[in-house]
């Protein structure tokens, strides 16, 4: 064979060799697009996940806040009941401490009752021995 026939050869051999490795690299690199469009769907995926989870990470938030209103509303209202106790606390005091006082001077009327009621006996004994 003459030179240029066995250098027609070993470009054509190389042509297969290099069409072989293309064919190769042609099946990598579908394979890497069916990887990338696998990536992509488990992408689209998260990304509707972390959507639902954002909506719902709002509407707890919503919650939160509402609760935290109520909260502090409840905490306002036992303020003003804490005070109106304290009020009523105050008065039952003030009206126990006047009944201790009125208990006073019941027994001290109840002293001067049996007082006046031993000098009438007296008195009537008086009469009685007189007559």
Request: hydrophobic share 40%; net charge negative; no cysteine.
């Given at each position: 064979m003459d030179e240029f026939?066995?250098?027609?050869?070993a470009l054509t051999e190389q042509v297969s060799a290099m069409a072989a490795g293309?064919?190769?690299?042609?099946?990598?690199?579908?394979?890497?697009t069916e990887r990338m469009d696998t990536l992509t769907g488990?992408?689209?995926t998260l990304?509707?996940?972390?959507?639902?989870?954002?909506?719902?990470m709002d509407t707890l938030a919503e919650r939160v806040d509402t609760l935290t209103e109520r909260v502090d509303t409840l905490a306002e209202r036992m303020d003003?009941?804490?005070v109106r106790v304290n009020t009523l606390t105050s008065r039952m005091d003030a009206q126990e401490a006047r009944m201790?006082?009125?208990?006073?001077?019941?027994?001290?009327?109840a002293d001067?009752?049996?007082?006046?009621?031993?000098?009438?006996?007296?008195?009537e004994l008086?009469?009685?021995?007189?007559?």
């Amino acid at each position: 064979m003459d030179e240029f026939a066995e250098q027609a050869v070993a470009l054509t051999e190389q042509v297969s060799a290099m069409a072989a490795g293309m064919d190769t690299l042609t099946g990598q690199v579908s394979v890497l697009t069916e990887r990338m469009d696998t990536l992509t769907g488990h992408m689209d995926t998260l990304a509707e996940q972390v959507d639902t989870l954002t909506g719902r990470m709002d509407t707890l938030a919503e919650r939160v806040d509402t609760l935290t209103e109520r909260v502090d509303t409840l905490a306002e209202r036992m303020d003003i009941l804490t005070v109106r106790v304290n009020t009523l606390t105050s008065r039952m005091d003030a009206q126990e401490a006047r009944m201790d006082d009125m208990s006073e001077q019941i027994d001290s009327m109840a002293d001067q009752i049996k007082k006046i009621n031993n000098r009438i006996d007296f008195l009537e004994l008086q009469i009685q021995s007189e007559k």
